[in-house]
């Protein structure tokens, strides 16, 4: 009976004693990071005076959901060695807010700084970004403030630049805080969904970038980029630029999309621009082009062309629009590369349209076509195997002939898309074509003739991939579908057909 009683009193004092509190700080502050939110770390103070001083000592601040004069009092506080990191996302802030933290952030981070302001509608207010001498990454999404740049000091620790929703002030350019004088070891720089405020002349100076983003832009009339060290480049929607320089000779991709040419008027050419990227890999352009206007330089190591979306039945401002395709495939025609990349778009009513992949005579000399369909339920044989008879030494195709668009009823049988008709019966031997990928298959009858006719053509053909859509779901039309394309297949031809269970791709397995 006394031995109980010891026991149940030495339990009672073992759940009594505070053994989390009689860990080191370094261990406690750890668990507190684990958190992830200074608010609740600072909320264990009422646990005891052991930890009542421990969430000041956090090296790293997150906050949430509320007024940035929380971010104001937890930068006080902190009495933390070193602050490696900042986070604030969906805080209410204005102007004054901002100028009473921002210098203290400045001052003390010296590692990722991420801000978002949760308020919209900021527009026409200003505030100025102090220098952050010793932060690595910072992340601004500033609600459409006006952000005026740093007139003096360097951002000499600084790797990555992410500026949103913001509007640049020309009186101290951006140009100059980017620069390698200023920031001698930023390697990224994304500037997404901003403006330009007077002067719309962007120039980077750099020797240390290895990316650049821009991406949603207005009032961005010049864009200058002259880099030993770039790697990698995507120019998206920059809304009306008239001039872009490149020079850089270390560049391996590059993407212009939308930065030339009226989203309106797809034919409409507004600018110019010289680029010298003489170890260029990648290029994507979905934008205008004109020899006279347009100088890409040599390409000679190009190994990939990605080219914007060619109409294939249409009136005259479809033709002003192939234009630009056809004249940048005109460029590349005598080239021999690995792969090319087309996107080509029907309408959803093809009566009194003219027929214009006859304009399409001649392609680069490639080993993989990888093609993007919007069919809208028209048989898209005629135009694809236009292009296979310009290609014939491909070993890979790639086609999606549901991109992009809602899947529509099939057209009327008196549609005009399955001319010519003749592509269901000209020879043509497809006698390097190896492995050919369908993705987001429906099913449809325009798929099953399409793979039929190419089934005869690929004569060394070794595996085929028919993977479908995210809507398709198990079923006996699907079960058919799939044993009509086996039945088309020869012995040697591996087939394998996916399809989605959730996010994830499986193996399907029609029953005999």
Same mark, same amino acid.
């Given at each position: 009976m006394k031995d109980s009683d010891e026991a149940d009193a030495n339990r009672s004092k073992l759940a009594d004693e505070d053994r989390l509190s009689a860990l080191p700080d370094d261990i406690l502050i750890h668990i507190l990071?684990?958190? !992830?939110?200074a608010a609740a770390a600072a909320q264990t103070s009422v646990l005891s005076s052991r930890w009542r001083r421990l969430w000041v000592l956090l090296p790293e601040l997150?906050?949430?959901? /509320? #007024? %940035?004069h929380r971010i104001h009092h937890a930068l006080v506080a902190n009495e933390a060695p070193v602050l490696r990191r900042l986070v604030a996302f969906d805080v209410e802030a204005y102007p004054d807010s901002l100028r009473a933290w921002l210098p203290i952030a400045a001052h003390r981070i010296s590692g990722d700084m991420i801000f978002h302001i949760s308020n919209r509608n900021l527009g026409g207010r200003r505030v100025e970004l102090p220098c952050f001498e010793n932060s690595t990454f910072i992340w601004l999404n500033l609600g459409s403030l006006r952000l005026a740049m740093p007139a003096s /000091? %360097?951002? #000499?620790?600084?790797?990555? @630049?992410?500026?949103?929703? *913001? $509007?640049?002030l020309g009186e101290c350019p951006l140009s100059d805080v980017v620069s390698s004088l200023r920031c001698p070891a930023l390697r990224v720089l994304t500037l997404r969904n901003a403006q330009f405020i007077g002067d719309g002349d962007f120039t980077v100076h750099s020797d240390s970038l290895r990316t650049i983003q821009l991406a949603n832009l207005y009032g961005l009339d010049k864009f200058t980029v002259h880099s030993e060290s770039l790697l990698q480049m995507k120019l998206l929607n920059l809304n009306k630029l008239q001039q872009l320089t490149v020079v850089a000779p270390a560049l391996e991709e590059l993407t212009v999309a939308y930065c030339f040419i009226n989203s309106m008027n797809l034919g $409409?050419? *507004?600018g110019t621009a010289s680029i010298s990227a003489p170890s260029l890999l990648v290029l994507t352009w979905k934008d205008a082009y004109h020899p006279s206007s347009f100088e890409l330089g040599q390409m000679a190591h190009l190994q990939c062309l990605e080219v914007g979306m060619f109409r294939t039945y249409g009136g005259p401002d479809n033709l002003s629009a192939?234009?630009?395709?056809?004249?940048l495939l005109q460029c590349f025609r005598f080239r021999v590369m690995q792969k090319l990349k087309l996107t080509l778009v029907y309408q959803a009513d093809m009566f009194d349209k003219q027929y214009l992949m006859e304009d399409m005579t001649r392609l680069p000399g490639i080993t993989f076509l990888s093609l993007d369909v %919007?069919?809208?339920?028209?048989?898209f044989g005629p135009c694809v195997f236009h292009l296979l008879r310009? !290609?014939? /030494?491909?070993?890979? @195709? %790639?086609l999606d002939p549901a991109f992009h668009f809602k899947f529509q009823e099939p057209c009327p049988s008196d549609c005009p898309c399955g001319q010519p008709s003749n592509w269901r019966t000209e020879a043509l031997v497809l006698d390097r074509l190896q492995e050919v990928e369908f993705k987001n298959?429906?099913?449809t009858g325009h798929e099953v003739a399409f793979a039929k006719r190419l089934f005869s053509c690929a004569t060394v053909l070794k595996q085929m991939t028919v993977t479908f859509d995210r809507s398709i779901t198990e079923s006996r039309a699907i079960k058919k579908f799939c044993n009509k394309l086996l039945s088309f297949s020869r012995p040697e031809i591996h087939m394998e057909f996916f399809m989605y269970r959730l996010d994830e791709t499986v193996l399907y397995v029609p029953e005999d």
């Open positions: 990071l684990k958190l !992830c939110s997150e906050l949430s959901d /509320g #007024a %940035a /000091g %360097a951002f #000499a620790r600084l790797t990555e @630049l992410f500026l949103e929703q *913001v $509007q640049l $409409q050419l *507004v192939n234009s630009h395709i056809l004249r %919007a069919a809208q339920g028209h048989s310009m !290609c014939t /030494g491909v070993t890979k @195709l %790639a298959i429906r099913g």
